[in-house]
């Protein structure tokens, strides 16, 4: 079973950056890294993906570690609008509880 | 593009009853999931399509669930008979390439909120 680890809760001050983890020990050599969030009431958003290089975005950045065994979503400015709950996948689309990301005014 | 749309939006039901879920894709997307999401929980896979066919149905409880994709194109789940434990969110997704590409994002609608009482 393909499963990531991530804290389960982070907080940010608007228009500061934000850097959430996530570790994929598991991971193949393969498989892409997904980082989606989700507002309440919606289903789950794309935001990046990425497989071995950094990758960049309108919305974020993906930092993969070396080992491919980690990645850091980068938010640079969180905004209000970015207050959500962030999952990061691989492999068979298994989904854990993921990071809820509070953003203080 | 047009998203993927899912229907209806809510839905209440009692124990027992029967409920189906229907979804729509996004145009060419070849791949099709359904999840189910509880309450404070991240999305559980139930069943992927890739075009008609079942690729892995391992996490769908087959004894009150299924789901088809005819022509490849939409998706109807059943819950028959539902249960209070199912009372959950489902949601559709799909991503344009098959399975084994697993570049491809996937494209999440809204989905159905169900109360089972």
């Given amino acids: ?105 | 593009e047009a998203g993927v749309a899912q229907s209806p939006r809510y839905k209440i039901i009692e124990k027992r009853q029967s409920v189906a879920f229907w979804c729509n894709p996004i145009s060419g997307h070849a791949t099709l999931y359904w999840y189910q999401q509880i309450l404070g929980q991240g999305p559980k896979l139930l069943i992927q399509f890739q075009n008609n066919g079942v690729v892995d149905d391992s996490q769908l409880p087959k004894d009150r669930f299924s789901a088809e994709r005819l022509k490849g194109v939409d998706s109807t789940l059943k819950i028959q008979p539902a249960k209070l434990e199912d009372s959950a969110v489902y949601l559709c997704a799909s991503s344009l390439s098959p399975i084994q590409d697993r570049n491809s994002p996937l494209h999440f609608g809204n989905g159905t909120r169900l109360t089972v009482t």
């Fill in chain 1, 1 to 105: 079973d393909a499963k990531t680890t991530q804290p389960n809760s982070m907080e940010s001050n608007e228009e500061e950056p934000v850097h959430l983890p996530c570790n994929h020990s598991t991971i193949s050599g393969t498989d892409y890294i997904h980082w989606y969030r989700q507002l309440p009431s919606q289903g789950p958003e794309y935001v990046i993906h990425g497989l071995t290089s950094n990758v960049n975005n309108r919305m974020a950045s993906l930092a993969i570690a070396e080992d491919r065994k980690s990645s850091t979503l980068i938010l640079h400015r969180a905004t209000l609008r970015d207050a959500a709950v962030y999952y990061c996948i691989f492999g068979e689309s298994t989904f854990g509880d993921g990071t809820t990301l509070t953003v203080k005014p």
